[in-house]
């Protein structure tokens, strides 16, 4: 049991360019998260899935874009990379337990936009 | 919207008890969660507190007061180990978390 996983780790882009960052989760979760966090900040939300098929924006969604692939899989993409762009990247996958949701997150990737 | 304050930092001493405050202000609110994250780690779900009252594992607590807009994390017997950012998070309408700025740990020995 993997959890959540996120590729890559690492990405350096230059200003312009395109990358689509990876995220998969096998606890056959129905919610997925995109999170950005800046140095010594919280983490922001960019996108979100409450399940399969459906996607919704959350608090800093500009130059982003998803994809819900499937149920495991939960895809960001920067269309057009800028240097405000750096950031570090968590997905997050949610079960409700309860009434009480607990999100799970994968390792995070550090990008940094020259 | 949503907007939840948390102090920036904290130090203590080892077997020192801290307390993290976190208050908040939304337009909806369904609980108030704490995740823990190291540098250079990701975040992990420590508690959370739907109703008022204080919920305990182990060393730490989590205290909600829903008619204060208020809850803090009791973080006990500080161990180096806890050295660490903590976030309240709200979660609201829609199933989406709304994160604090965090409050930086840091325990001496």
């Known amino acids: 049991n993997a959890g959540v996983t996120q590729t890559p780790k690492f990405q350096v882009l230059k200003t312009g360019q395109s990358m689509t960052l990876q995220c998969a989760q096998d606890m056959n979760h129905n919610s997925m998260y995109w999170y950005r966090q800046d140095p010594g900040m919280g983490l922001r939300l960019i996108y979100y899935?409450?399940?399969?098929?459906?996607?919704d924006k959350g608090e800093v969604p500009n130059g982003y874009n998803v994809s819900r692939l499937n149920k495991r899989e939960f895809s960001l993409r920067l269309e057009s990379a800028a240097p405000s762009q750096t950031s570090v990247y968590f997905c997050?996958?949610?079960?409700?337990?309860?009434?009480?949701?607990?999100?799970?997150f994968g390792p995070g990737t550090r990008l940094l936009v020259l | 919207g949503q907007s939840l304050e948390q102090p920036s930092e904290v130090t203590a001493v080892e077997g020192a008890i801290v307390q993290i405050n976190c208050t908040y202000q939304t337009s909806g609110f369904y609980g108030l969660s704490w995740y823990q994250q190291h540098d250079g780690g990701a975040p992990t779900f420590l508690s959370y507190n739907a109703l008022d009252g204080l919920e305990e594992t182990g060393r730490f607590s989590s205290f909600l007061s829903r008619s204060d807009s208020y809850g803090y994390l009791l973080l006990q017997e500080l161990q180096m180990k806890d050295s660490a950012s903590y976030f309240c998070?709200?979660?609201?309408?829609?199933?989406?978390?709304?994160f604090g700025g965090g409050t930086r740990v840091l325990v001496k020995p």
């Open positions: 899935s409450a399940s399969e098929g459906t996607t």
């Open positions: 997050a996958s949610s079960e409700m337990t309860s009434g009480q949701e607990t999100q799970y």
């Open positions: 998070a709200n979660k609201a309408a829609g199933n989406k978390l709304t």
